[in-house]
């Protein structure tokens, strides 16, 4: 089956079951993050597998399910976890999420991962907006035919990560006393965690922040000509720079620390995008 017609009938599938419900803005939730569709209202649940033609996660701390409903008036389509490209799958097939909500009508995107800090300012439970980021998996999703409904075969990638809504959340988050970081995110492949020496090397060439996900769903949605804000929760600092030993519950431990502070900043950012689209 092709990935065009797995498209057509995820988002004919998922619009079958969302009733009145009108998303408007999508949510991929990464690790120890996902609780947050438990707090939307008039929920509609899908389990990734009933989806044809989505992934089944099977990463620790991903429930793989999709949530739609409303918060803060916005009408939401939130992923509670994501398949990785670690996971063995192709980052075409671990994107397609993405085109799926495109297909649904669904124009900006919020994506969300638990990090490591590499910047020395940043501590365990801080959150960074992203504002570029380093594709450093040795792929990329748009390898292949390219998909012409959805964009055009050499998108421009200067630009991904949206200024004006980035500015918003930054002035809004800035007005309750939330400290609010801006850096570049990097992605390595996994599943190991890098190196010390990677590290290093991250930090000279100007991450802020490394990971196992985001950058190709981006990748997809920029492709796309969608508007993306990215999140990055940082639970724990990169390898080498602490004395101790990195573990992915440390990971969800720090991030479900962090929920409340992540939940107000996920509420902002809906209401930016909400006073935007008046």
Do not use: W
Not at 108 to 121: H, L, M, P
Not at 210 to 215: A, E, F, N
Request: net charge negative; proline share 4%; glycine share 12%.
């Amino acid at each position: 089956m092709s990935l065009s017609t797995r498209i057509e009938e995820s988002a004919a599938y998922i619009q079958s079951k969302l009733g009145g419900l009108l998303p408007t803005v999508g949510l991929i939730l990464g690790s120890g993050l996902g609780a947050y569709a438990d707090d939307l209202e008039d929920t509609v649940q899908i389990p990734y597998a009933e989806v044809p033609g989505f992934l089944v996660t099977t990463a620790p701390g991903h429930r793989g399910q999709l949530v739609a409903g409303r918060r803060a008036g916005v009408g939401v389509l939130a992923m509670q976890g994501r398949s990785h490209f670690y996971e063995g799958y192709g980052q075409g097939e671990i994107t397609l999420p993405v085109r799926v909500m495109k297909k649904l009508g669904i124009d900006t995107i919020i994506i969300t991962n638990a990090a490591g800090g590499v910047n020395e300012v940043f501590t365990e439970g801080a959150l960074m907006l992203i504002s570029d980021h380093i594709n450093f998996s040795g792929s990329n999703p748009l390898i292949g035919p390219n998909l012409e409904d959805f964009g055009t075969r050499f998108p421009a990638m200067t630009k991904v990560y949206d200024a004006t809504l980035r500015r918003r959340v930054l002035d809004m988050t800035r007005d309750e006393g939330i400290q609010l970081h801006e850096g570049v995110y990097m992605m390595f492949s996994g599943p190991g965690y890098e190196t010390p020496a990677e590290i290093r090397f991250a930090r000279t060439i100007g991450a802020d922040a490394v990971g196992m996900s985001t950058v190709p769903e981006v990748i997809v949605a920029a492709h796309a000509e969608m508007r993306v804000l990215g999140i990055s929760c940082i639970t724990n600092m990169a390898a080498g720079m602490r004395d101790e030993h990195l573990s992915h519950s440390e990971v969800e431990d720090v991030a479900k620390r962090t929920h409340l502070t992540f939940v107000r900043v996920l509420d902002l950012a809906l209401a930016a995008i909400k006073e935007e689209s008046r």
